[in-house]
């Protein structure tokens, strides 16, 4: 592995992206298999009952992650900074808060209508997203010292873990609640060697710091309010439905959910990459802040068109390679779906810019926003067109949500993201399309490999990725 220490910013930066989309790509390929043996396994009522067990699990990780992540990023990214108690201190926190919040998902799971299996899985589950609060706290370390390349190899190991789980599940039927298990056991392994390598970067250790927890739990109230908010319209639509209709419903969204979720890495990572550079600058180089700002919505914009196209493109073939023809309409919902993700793509680089400029309480009023839209929606929706208006009203409130972030970045800065790079990516990725389309008759690997080929040698002859930054890339240290 090379030594980060003799490269430039630039390519640090680009090496972690290179490394954590490599693992990511692996990673999607395990939860991929998984899943295909899980839908298979489970059918489409059974895996109904399993995306209800997670999204109500993750609902209650959300309140425990309290907007914790976001400040230590933050405040460990500032010079001066006190890492060691920064980052003991909301490691304990988030622990603490978790085994509460968390403990009590199994309690309120009793007063929802759902089987007794699904019950004890929502307490297995629960146990699974403990460890795994306890590794997001952490990641802001890595993304600090740009080694993002640790995080991505323990989330491969945990996936694999979950893999094998699963896997064992199908051979000597095991049933449900071992195959719930299986996400305790990942999540497990992956705290344990997140914790190893952050250790190695700083020194951690479990406090009672109540001072320090006053002030970052006082700081991190309106980005926890803003989770509470956006989770309402990320995952409660999987609730509703699991009310409103029936597990059936529940497995068809879930699948097209499941895979949506495994391609929010990419503004993930590398958003979590410049948040510290842009924390640094939002208030001591504006121009600076500007320019991060928009080479990375340029880097975003690169990575959403062949996403959203090649889906149109490969989504029946996806769903099968999946799954069983029982969950056939799962591939429609995928296409809605995938037109939401390009603007969680965008809102995960934006929120992030607000909270960079101390903003945290415009952002959790665009959330509200968001939140109350959402939930009026699906009531009025879901009753009618089950999963298709599920997906149809997320992908209006993430449009929403998006849009209002622009306009208090603006406000703010007085400075309006330029999307003139989607011009060129738009023409690179409408070539891929065409040419997926004549072949057709391809199966789905072949597909992939030509449509990454096509897209990437039309984005680069265009100019949607600049030949100069490139070549700096490559060949220039400073």
């Not at 460990?76 to 980052?87: F, K």
């Not at 299986?182 to 999540?187: D, H, I, K, M, P």
């Not at 309480?361 to 959330?367: D, G, N, Q």
């Not at 839209?373 to 699906?378: H, I, K, R």
Request: proline share 2%.
């Amino acid at each position: 592995m090379p030594k980060l220490d003799k490269f430039n910013l630039t390519q640090k930066i680009a090496y972690n992206a290179a490394f954590s989309t490599i693992a990511r790509v692996l990673e999607m390929a395990i939860v991929f298999v998984t899943i295909k043996l899980t839908t298979t396994y489970l059918g489409v009522e059974g895996f109904g009952d399993y995306g209800t067990v997670l999204a109500f699990v993750y609902i209650f990780s959300v309140l425990a992650d309290f907007g914790l992540y976001s400040i230590v990023v933050r405040d460990i990214s500032l010079p001066d900074a006190d890492e060691s108690r920064i980052v003991s201190g909301a490691l304990s926190i988030r622990l603490f808060l978790g085994a509460v919040i968390l403990g009590a998902a199994y309690f309120f799971s009793l007063f929802f209508p759902y089987s007794e299996i699904v019950h004890t899985g929502i307490l297995i589950a629960a146990a699974g997203y403990w460890f795994l609060n306890g590794v997001q706290v952490l990641m802001g370390v890595f993304q600090k010292h740009l080694l993002m390349d640790k995080v991505s190899m323990a989330e491969v190991m945990g996936r694999l873990v979950q893999f094998v789980g699963v896997y064992a599940a199908v051979k000597y039927d095991l049933g449900f609640l071992f195959i719930i298990s299986t996400v305790f056991w990942g999540a497990l392994l992956n705290f344990i060697i997140v914790i190893f390598y952050a250790r190695q970067l700083v020194k951690i250790r479990l406090s009672l710091d109540w001072e320090l927890w006053g002030d970052m739990l006082r700081r991190a109230f309106p980005l926890a309010v803003s989770a509470v908010l956006v989770l309402i319209y990320f995952k409660l639509d999987t609730i509703f439905l699991s009310v409103m209709k029936d597990s059936s419903a529940v497995g068809i969204y879930s699948l097209a959910y499941k895979i949506m979720e495994n391609l929010i890495f990419f503004p993930s990572m590398l958003v979590g990459l410049t948040m510290p550079l842009m924390s640094r600058s939002a208030f001591t180089d504006r121009t600076q802040f500007k320019s991060i700002m928009q080479r990375t919505l340029d880097f975003l914009l690169v990575a959403i068109v062949p996403i959203v196209l090649g889906i149109f493109a490969v989504s029946d073939k996806l769903i099968m390679l999946l799954s069983k023809p029982e969950f056939r309409d799962a591939a429609p919902v995928l296409n809605i779906l995938i037109v939401a993700l390009a603007f969680i793509f965008l809102g995960a680089l934006f929120s992030n810019v607000i909270i960079a400029l101390k903003r945290q309480k415009s952002l959790a009023y665009i959330y509200l926003c968001g939140a109350i839209f959402n939930v009026v929606a699906n009531f009025i929706v879901i009753p009618r067109y089950s999963y298709f208006g599920a997906a149809f009203s997320t992908l209006v409130t993430e449009f929403l949500v998006t849009a209002l972030m622009v306009v208090v970045i603006y406000r703010e800065i007085k400075f309006m993201p330029s999307f003139k790079n989607l011009l060129r990516t738009g023409a690179a990725g409408l070539l891929m399309f065409s040419v997926l389309s004549v072949l057709s008759f391809l199966d789905i690997f072949s597909m992939m490999i030509v449509g990454a080929v096509v897209y990437v040698s039309a984005a680069y002859l265009i100019g949607a990725v600049s030949k100069q930054e490139m070549e700096k890339l490559l060949h220039k240290r400073v």
